[in-house]
T-cell receptor, first 114, second 114 residues
């Protein structure tokens, strides 16, 4: 069954430190996409980063990088130099090319401490 | 400004009273989708549409209907709402729904069914 698992319901990180949010996925499709979204307390969904299943390099977008380990089926989000504004809920998601479906994980709530 | 709009943003209704949540995008996107977000469950896809008159079920379609008569609009219909449909609803769109395409989310509609 296709599934996204985020095992960390909540995390704390000190301001200016790096933090890794875990995401594992399960699919038998050879072609898929992996996304991370941020949801601040205001509720909107903000796209952060994307990784395609055939991409050789790990995706990076500013302070965000995606640690893609295909054999382990993991797509962890790394946030470098955390800022107070990074405090939010983070969702990992997978798109399946064959069905146009999207599957989200249950989310990780990150709190950045001053 | 490129955006996805949803109306209403907040709605309180009673069991059995039909309601429609509208969704509109101004980006000429082919792919549109509805999600519900519940605590501890993340986002779950309700229905999606690959183009006008083409829709398909997501993971939790029971109790919902959709239609796609125009490219820009994708309303979500609850024919007979029940309390278990109390949730935060998001509409999203993307260019074509392929695996690498980022979804743009609306601001969300918070629904309470009494």
């Amino acid at each position: 069954a296709q599934k996204i698992t985020q095992t960390q319901p909540g995390m704390f990180v000190q301001e200016k430190e790096a933090v890794t949010l875990d995401c594992t996925y399960d699919t038998s499709d050879p072609s898929y996409g992996l996304f991370w979204y941020k949801q601040p307390s205001s509720g909107e969904m903000i796209f952060l980063i994307y990784q395609g299943s055939y991409d050789q390099q790990n995706a990076t977008e500013g302070r965000y990088s995606l640690n893609f380990q295909k054999a382990r089926k993991s797509a962890n989000l790394v946030i470098s130099a955390s800022q107070l504004g990074d405090s939010a809920m983070y969702f990992c998601a997978m798109s399946l090319s064959g069905t146009y479906k999207y599957i989200f994980g249950t989310g990780t709530r990150l709190k950045v401490l001053a | 400004e490129a955006q996805v709009t949803q109306n209403p943003r907040y709605l309180i209704t009673v069991t059995g009273k039909k309601l429609t949540v509208t969704c509109s995008q101004n980006m000429n996107h082919e792919y549109m989708s509805w999600y519900r977000q519940d605590p501890g469950l993340g986002l779950r896809q309700i229905y999606y549409s690959m183009n006008v008159e083409v829709t398909d079920k997501g993971d939790v379609p029971e109790g919902y209907k959709v239609s796609r008569k125009e490219k820009r609009n994708f309303p979500l219909i609850l024919e007979s709402p029940s309390p278990n449909q109390t949730s935060l609803y998001f509409c999203a769109s993307s260019l074509g729904g392929a695996q690498g395409e980022t979804q743009y989310f609306g601001p969300g509609t918070r629904l309470l069914v009494l």
